[in-house]
Nanobody, 125 residues
Framework: QVQLVESGGGLVQSGGSLRLSCAAS????????MGWFRQAPGKEREFVAI????????YYADFVKGRFTISRDNAKNTVYLQMNSLKPEDTAVYYC??????????????????WGQGTQVTVSS
């Protein structure tokens, strides 16, 4: 079992920054991949970024490359999403997720077996 709790969402102006955190508990954190996904109203949940179990490999959706950075601190059982140069189209509920069957992670949300409750990010124009 893994429990995930996100924090750090909020309201920010276009061009601003936010840092999301996701604290994990339960199974040994440094043994599985983590991902960030988002879901805007009326849209499907979409992949944002993933990070492998060591933190040494990361992958990003094209629409966030160069703006968002995923990282993890295995000593603190926490994964982060630093979001810079935010745009109104980044407005969504952001979810962290654990893929406990994989060291590297995937883009497909169906492969993730534990999810946080989500945190709202709203970017005003």
């Amino acid at each position: 079992q893994v429990q995930l709790v996100e924090s750090g969402g909020g309201l920010v102006q276009s061009g601003g920054s936010l840092r999301l955190s996701c604290a994990a508990s339960g199974r040994t954190f440094a043994s599985y991949a983590m991902g960030w996904f988002r879901q805007a109203p009326g849209k499907e949940r979409e992949f944002v970024a993933i990070i492998n179990w060591t933190g040494g490999r990361t992958y990003y959706a094209d629409f966030v490359k160069g703006r968002f950075t995923i990282s993890r601190d295995n000593a603190k059982n926490t994964v982060y999403l630093q979001m810079n140069s935010l745009k109104p189209e980044d407005t969504a509920v952001y979810y962290c997720a654990a893929d406990t069957d994989s060291y590297s992670g995937t883009y497909y949300p169906g492969n993730y077996d534990y999810w946080g409750q989500g945190t709202q990010v709203t970017v005003s124009s």
